[in-house]
């Protein structure tokens, strides 16, 4: 598969992955973990959604389904399914350090690894084009511009029936 075809691909893969299990993990209700209220609000004063701000907010401050879709492709890279699985069982230490109560970096990592066997073993995709692909997807939403991140990840939210009752 061309290189930057497969990058591409893989960043949306990855993009889907991480926002579709962090919102179904109820990421834009509510702040989880300390830090993610105070970003949530932040976002919100400079003209973002909030639902979209308790999602960046939550993903920043504690590993969530962005950090293991990015550490089981690294993990992938280096051990295959076992370093995947590996990954998830990092990423689920790591949300049980920040006293995070969900499971949304577990389940991203461990979906990711599926994923990667699937798209590796059957479609030509690499390790690394997910890795560069992750890297591209975080950047879309942390990266670029919070406000318009945020209220795309608000509309999300709602779709999903997600939205935040706080305000």
Do not use: W
């Given at each position: 598969m061309n290189e930057i075809i497969g990058v591409i691909l893989a960043a949306i893969i990855s993009w889907l992955n991480f926002v579709i299990v962090d919102t179904y993990f109820s990421l834009p209700e509510e702040p989880g973990v300390k830090g993610a209220d105070l970003v949530a609000r932040s976002i919100k004063d400079r003209g973002g959604d909030l639902s979209g701000g308790f999602f960046q907010g939550n993903i920043l401050c504690s590993p969530d389904a962005s950090a293991g879709t990015l550490i089981s492709s690294i993990?992938?890279?280096?051990?295959?399914?076992?370093?995947?699985?590996?990954?998830?069982?990092?990423?689920?230490?790591?949300?049980?350090?920040?006293?995070?109560?969900?499971?949304?970096?577990?389940?991203?990592?461990?979906?990711?690894?599926?994923?990667?066997?699937?798209?590796?073993?059957?479609?030509?995709?690499?390790?690394?084009?997910?890795?560069?692909?992750?890297?591209?997807?975080?950047?879309?939403?942390?990266?670029?511009?919070?406000?318009?991140?945020?209220?795309?990840?608000?509309?999300?939210?709602?779709?999903?029936?997600?939205?935040?009752?706080?305000?």
């Open positions: 993990g992938f890279l280096v051990l295959g399914i076992n370093g995947g699985i590996l990954a998830g069982f990092l990423v689920y230490i790591g949300n049980r350090l920040c006293a995070d109560p969900g499971y949304a970096g577990t389940c991203g990592a461990l979906t990711m690894t599926g994923i990667l066997y699937l798209c590796t073993k059957f479609l030509g995709f690499t390790a690394e084009m997910f890795i560069v692909g992750m890297v591209i997807a975080i950047f879309t939403i942390q990266g670029i511009s919070h406000p318009y991140s945020s209220k795309l990840l608000g509309f999300i939210a709602a779709k999903f029936n997600r939205s935040t009752k706080l305000e």
